[in-house]
Each structure stands twice: as C-alpha cells, then as structure tokens.
C-alpha cells in the first residue's frame, strides 16, 4: 500500500535538485509499471530469493499500480516456496560434514547465487542501451 500511494508522490517530485530524484523519475516509474503488467508475479515471487530485491519489491510494486490484492497472492505463494525450500535444504544439507564445516562459506555462495539473475539482468539492459 505504501508504494501506491508514496511512489508517484515520490516520482513527480517538484524538488528536482535531490539526489533522490536522479535515481526515481517519471521514466522509471512508467517502467516499472510496465515491468509489473509483463512480470509482476514473477517479480514477487523470485524477489522473496533475492537480497536486497526483496526490501524494494513492495514499494516498486505499488508504484507500478500492482492491486494489493495481486501483490498478496503472490507474496504469498513466494513465502510458502522461501520456507519449503530452506526448510528442504536445511533438511537435505545440514548434517553434510563439509556444509557443517564451512557454513559461513556456503551462505555467501548462497548469497552469490541468489545475486547472479541481477548481474545478468544489468549486462542485459546495458548491452540493450549500447545496441539500441
């Protein structure tokens, strides 16, 4: 609900000279609507895997005019995988000697993992910008 009603406040901005308003603007918000019409639950649901992506996705959400009702559908279905899929690897992996031994190396390969879709998806959108 924040996004919805924060997010185009936010976005037409009359302060111009923010810092903040070179990162959020009118073009970003018209693809983030867009983004949300084409991959809206998607974005929901693999967001909730996603450090960091997961704290904006709301916001950007309501932003993009996502209804709550849409946004919570999928949220849910996002939190019922997040919890089947720890609890399985946690199940699966936890008493492997090797896991036991180098837990704090395998939650930043985790963390590294997780982080690939958006490295992928930044070489993306710069190979499109150079190209078109």
Not at 18 to 43: D, I, M, S, V
Not at 102 to 117: K, Q, Y
Request: glycine content about 12%; overall charge positive; aromatic content about 12%.
């Amino acid at each position: 609900m924040g996004g919805r009603l924060v997010g185009p406040r936010v976005f037409n901005a009359h302060d111009r000279r923010t810092p903040l308003h070179r990162l959020l603007n009118e073009q970003h918000l018209k693809r983030a609507h867009e983004f949300f019409e084409q991959y809206g639950g998607k974005a929901v649901i693999l967001g909730r895997f996603v450090p960091i992506v997961r704290t904006f996705v709301p916001f950007v959400a309501g932003a993009g005019a996502m209804t709550y009702s849409r946004f919570a559908a999928f949220k849910v279905v996002g939190g019922i995988l997040w919890v089947a899929i720890c609890a399985l690897a946690g199940y699966g992996f936890g008493n492997v000697p090797i896991v036991k031994k180098n837990f704090s190396l395998v939650a930043l390969g985790i963390v590294a993992v997780s982080m690939i879709p958006i490295v992928v998806e930044m070489f993306r959108a710069r190979r499109t910008a150079k190209n078109g």
